[in-house]
């Protein structure tokens, strides 16, 4: 990894071959496309935000120019718009402000903008939107030979189709935050080892933040169908996500603090997918109640 960084810092040149390079990568693995959007965020973080955005203009005239060719350019400006951009101001951002949880609330504040267009736009267009899915997906389901009717089958792909627009906001941010953490992560190898951990450790969101997000959720249960219902079962995924992230910045402390190997973090990253949804929920509840009980202050190193 610290080799990628010091190719990325190495010049002008190198930045933007890393930047479309990986883009390209993610065509046929998609977490390649986070690795896109560090580079820009490290040039930003290190040389500044006008240097970050010459890397995206640049970048970016090159990859509409590729997608063109291929006849994707929807994927090219889904690129530039929606990973390398938010990035970019994001790491101008923790360059000015230097505090991981402003810019990672700031996050958050987009992403429920996000939910907020994307129920609208839901809820306006969803017949639209329900046969572009099934348009897209009920051919290769019904190649699957999945032992469903074809009313099950659309059910099926429909209920999908609804969890795109119920995360799609949750699922940006992170995306937002991983290229974030892996820029921020990029620089502390080169100019500061271990300093991202440290920052990381120290993730925290405050009370206000936390009731705010106590209230949002009471009001999603309590209100059912319709427009407001769809912004708050979106809003409630970015929220949910927010103190998720404070709850692993408590795992990752406890680790440090009791010196345990790093197996144990490997294990709840593992049993993070296994037992989806349920511990994702668990990790954001301690991370949200951490704001009054302040965990990392009680343990006591080994």
Known sequence: MQAIAAFVLRGRNQAILST??????????SPMGLFSAASIGLVTLVHGAKQGLMIVVIASV???AISSFTGQ??????????Y????????????????????????????????????TLYVTYEAQWNKIILDNLLPAFKDAKMNLSEEELKTFILNIGKMVVNYGAAYWMLSMCASLFLARWWQALLF???????????????????IGTMLLIAVA????????????????????LLFLLQGLAIAHSVAVIRKLKMVWLYLLYLL???????????????????????????????
């Open 221 to 240: 249960i309590s209100v059912s169908g319709g427009l407001l219902n769809q912004i708050l079962v979106g809003s409630v995924g970015v929220v949910v």
């Open 192 to 210: 500061h080892p271990g300093g991202f951990g440290e920052e990381f450790r120290q993730l925290r969101f405050g009370v206000s933040t936390a």
């Open 62 to 64: 090159f990859m509409l």
């Open 272 to 302: 993070m997918i296994v037992l989806m949804p349920y511990e994702l929920f668990l990790i954001a509840f301690i991370g949200l109640s951490d704001n009054w009980a302040n965990y990392r202050a009680r343990i006591k190193p080994v």
């Open 20 to 29: 479309i390079g990986f883009a390209v990568l993610a065509l046929f693995f």
């Open 84 to 119: 390398w951009l938010p990035v970019w101001l994001l790491a101008q951002l923790l360059a000015r402000r230097v505090s991981l949880s402003l810019v990672v609330l700031f996050a958050a504040l987009i992403g429920l903008v996000a939910a907020i267009v994307m129920a």
């Open 73 to 82: 350019m929807g994927l090219g400006i889904e690129y530039v718009i929606f």
